[in-house]
């Protein structure tokens, strides 16, 4: 096993504790321009917050997925697994701080003994750490929070998952597409739900509005052992 990640030992919440109303009320409309600053101070102090508690990663990957898998689903002891070797190679595991895959991602880095991080949100129905995290930062603004999930990370695994997973792998996509970040890797598991995905894809490319070369922005593998080289050495 190679040297685990170390996180800051005091990640307390010096600047702000989150609103769970505060993006929603920025996204309502036109407010008074006193309102607006007021975002844009919250916002700007959000993202320093991201950055002390987050500072001290290192080699990181991020892990996306499902909030609705519970223990006893294949995906959920797929993710686990994963975490689990993940951690075993010296990686953190980085996630939405959250239940199901998140918390099956962060529960297998924790039993390997590796560094389990998550970027919590607050909401209606998923908005509770779960109990596998070293460390946990809590966001209210969505785009935020997104910012830092890719941040920090140099690979990418993403599980079946709903629009918050996809908006989540189709954002890296596009940073990747556009040379915002380095090309990194993108391992699509769970071959089942993302056979069906690709079907959009195909639509895309067979339209002209994305390239055939952008099927090589993901890889696709139910194996964990090869999601693991592919993260390490990609197939490229």
């Not at 919440?13 to 007021?38: C, K, N, S, T």
């Not at 996630?95 to 962060?106: L, R, S, Y």
């Not at 908006?167 to 769970?190: C, H, S, W, Y």
Request: charged share 25%; with cysteine; hydrophobic share 35%.
């Amino acid at each position: 096993m190679t040297e685990t990640p170390t996180m800051p030992s005091d990640s307390r919440d010096e600047y702000q504790r989150p609103m769970p109303e505060a993006e929603a009320d920025f996204l309502r409309g036109r407010r008074p321009r006193a309102d607006e600053l007021a975002t844009a101070g919250r916002v700007f102090l959000e993202f320093v917050r991201g950055f002390s508690a987050l500072e001290g990663l290192g080699k990181c990957v991020t892990v996306f997925g499902s909030a609705r898998f519970d223990q006893s689903h294949r995906y959920y002891d797929l993710a686990r697994r994963l975490g689990r070797r993940l951690a075993e190679e010296g990686y953190a595991v980085l996630t939405g701080g959250g239940p199901g895959i998140m918390e099956a991602a962060n529960r297998g880095a924790k039993e390997a003994g590796g560094l389990s991080v998550g970027c919590n949100i607050q909401l209606p129905r998923e908005q509770k750490p779960n109990p596998y995290l070293d460390n946990f930062v809590e966001f209210e603004y969505f785009f935020v929070r997104k910012v830092m999930l890719v941040k920090y990370s140099q690979g990418f695994v993403v599980m079946p998952g709903g629009f918050g997973t996809l908006d989540e792998v189709f954002e890296t996509a596009t940073l990747i597409q556009t040379n915002k970040i380095e090309r990194f890797p993108i391992v699509a598991m769970g071959s089942e739900f993302w056979t069906k995905i690709a079907s959009f894809r195909d639509a895309a490319i067979a339209e002209g509005t994305i390239s055939e070369t952008d099927r090589q922005l993901f890889d696709v593998s139910d194996d964990v052992e090869e999601t693991i080289q592919l993260l390490t050495h990609g197939n490229r």
